[in-house]
């Protein structure tokens, strides 16, 4: 059964004013052309935020104090261990098994689980290209400057830039930051987002622990009182920019001139990359995206995933957000920096490893039918899936591309040239404690 998640519907309900305007979102970024190597990135291409803002943010980004149930923060699923994103690996273990008041009575893990959704890394985001966020960008800035966004007229004015809109929304969506267990913040989720916020942002002013980096961040800001929820949104968005902001990879170093930061392989699997093997048509320019929606058939179920008993719970695609059938399956290019870290991959997590990823992407119709033949078991398919798959294969757009083994090893190893260890650490990465002395993640 397909499900919208609170913040899908949200947005369906805001397409009729905004499908004209959406149309324009993700054209205007100008794809470098194939076969050629894009130029390196450079600091103007960033936003900047003085540090005393990047601190602050630090301390919202990890303080559960901002999750009605205090029990989750962004560090949950964005977490630091797994390079920013939430693994899903079967290995992850709860932090808090055996705390059954976690979340809706169930261990934290048990709790987010259903929700089956692989938490990006945030690499880059501060980026001034990056313009639309989430797989189906349902929060954007358009060329203009505005906003567009699941919450319409009801997003506050003052924020800064686009991932400072996205900051809002995990904390107005059930199963991110509001929690599904009744608290003070969901007791007020009827009267809309702008009641959420400002519980949430009630919450910081009566921690005088905050006072002091308040007060460092936001020189002008009379007293702790005054802060509202665009303050915390605009330091979070300084946080995320700076702490993931990866362009120091080898590649980097390569088109800055140092050849010798490319091993043999990764130069040929660089060749084939923007070459032969067409990925930069849509992996365009200095961060690996064109920022525009294509079809590819890469699977919509997570790696475990139970075709027979199972419910499904699949991530929402652009037409959902444009209502126009052409846009079914359309999500944006994920840009491939520090790939290697974030599995499992495909937007759904389909895959656990790179390697496996690259095949089926190599071969996509293919790929997908051999993933879904292969958690099948031998059962036959529910006939949603079987039309599902079809309807998929049918409007791919992603051409398959025959390459050897040697070859695939060669664009593995390029890949591999875009992951720049030293970002793993963050600029300031964990902090010993947050202002309300909650668990950290
Ligand atoms: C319960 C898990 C969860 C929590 C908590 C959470 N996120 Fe996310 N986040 C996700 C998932 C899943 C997505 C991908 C959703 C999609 O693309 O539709 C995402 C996407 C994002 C994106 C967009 C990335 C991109 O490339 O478009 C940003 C930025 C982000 N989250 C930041 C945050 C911040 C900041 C917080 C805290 C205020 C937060 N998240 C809390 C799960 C979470
Ligand atoms: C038609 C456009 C297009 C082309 C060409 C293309 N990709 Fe992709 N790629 C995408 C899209 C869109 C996704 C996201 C798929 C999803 O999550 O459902 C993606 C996903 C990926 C991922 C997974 C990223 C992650 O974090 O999960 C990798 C790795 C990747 N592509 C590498 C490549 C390589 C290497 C090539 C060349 C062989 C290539 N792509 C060609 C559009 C393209």
């Known amino acids: 059964m397909k499900k919208l998640t609170a913040a899908a519907v949200a947005a369906v309900a805001v397409v009729a004013s905004t499908s004209a305007a959406l149309i324009q979102v993700g054209v205007f970024a100008q794809p470098a052309r194939a076969q050629e190597l894009p130029r390196p990135a450079e600091d103007n291409d960033y936003r900047s935020a003085s540090s005393a803002m990047v601190k602050l943010g630090q301390m919202f980004f990890y303080d559960r104090v901002l999750s009605g149930t205090y029990r989750v923060s962004c560090a949950t699923c964005h977490n630091p261990d797994r390079a920013g994103s939430n693994g899903f690996r079967t290995d992850s273990k709860p932090e808090e098994e055996g705390d059954e008041l976690a979340i809706n009575g169930l261990p934290l893990y048990e709790a987010l689980k259903p929700s089956a959704k692989h938490a990006p890394a945030l690499f880059n985001l501060g980026a001034k290209e990056f313009t639309a966020m989430f797989g189906d960008g349902r929060v954007a800035q358009l060329p203009d400057g505005t906003f567009l966004s699941p919450a319409g007229a009801e997003l506050p004015d003052g924020l800064n830039d686009v991932l400072a809109a996205q900051a809002l929304f995990p904390a107005v969506t059930g199963d991110e930051l509001v929690g599904t267990v009744d608290n003070a913040v ?78 043999e392989q990764q130069v040929k699997g660089m060749q084939l990359f923007y070459g032969k093997a067409g990925c930069s048509t849509c992996h365009a320019g200095t961060f690996q995206t064109d920022h525009a929606f294509h079809v590819v058939a890469t699977p919509l179920w997570r790696f475990d995933v139970d075709f027979v008993d199972g419910e499904f719970d699949l991530h929402s695609d652009r037409s959902e957000l444009t209502g126009n059938d052409a846009d079914r399956y359309r999500r944006r290019t994920p840009s491939l920096r520090n790939v290697e870290w974030s599995p499992p991959y495909g937007h759904a997590g389909s895959f656990e490893t790179l390697e496996q990823m690259l095949r089926a992407h190599l071969d996509p119709v293919d790929g997908l039918q051999a993933f879904v033949a292969d958690r099948l078991k031998g059962e036959t398919a529910p006939a949603s899936i079987e039309e599902t798959v079809q309807d998929l294969v049918e409007r791919n757009e992603l ?40 668990a950290l993640d």
């Open 186 to 263: 969901k007791q007020v989720a009827h009267l809309g987002n702008r009641a959420v916020w400002d519980a949430l942002a009630d919450r910081i002013k009566i921690l005088p622990e905050y006072g002091p980096f308040v007060r460092a961040a936001y020189p002008d800001l009379a007293s702790l009182d005054d802060l509202d929820i665009v303050h915390v949104a605009n330091a979070i968005s300084a946080f995320v920019a700076a702490e993931w902001r990866s362009d120091n990879a080898p590649f980097d170093a390569y088109l800055r001139g140092d050849k010798s930061a490319l091993s």
């Open 399 to 438: 051409k398959k591309v025959a390459l050897n083994d040697t070859e695939i090893g060669d664009l593995l190893a390029f890949l591999k040239s875009l992951s720049e260890p030293q970002v793993l650490a963050g600029k300031l990465g964990r902090p010993v404690a947050v202002p309300s002395s909650l």
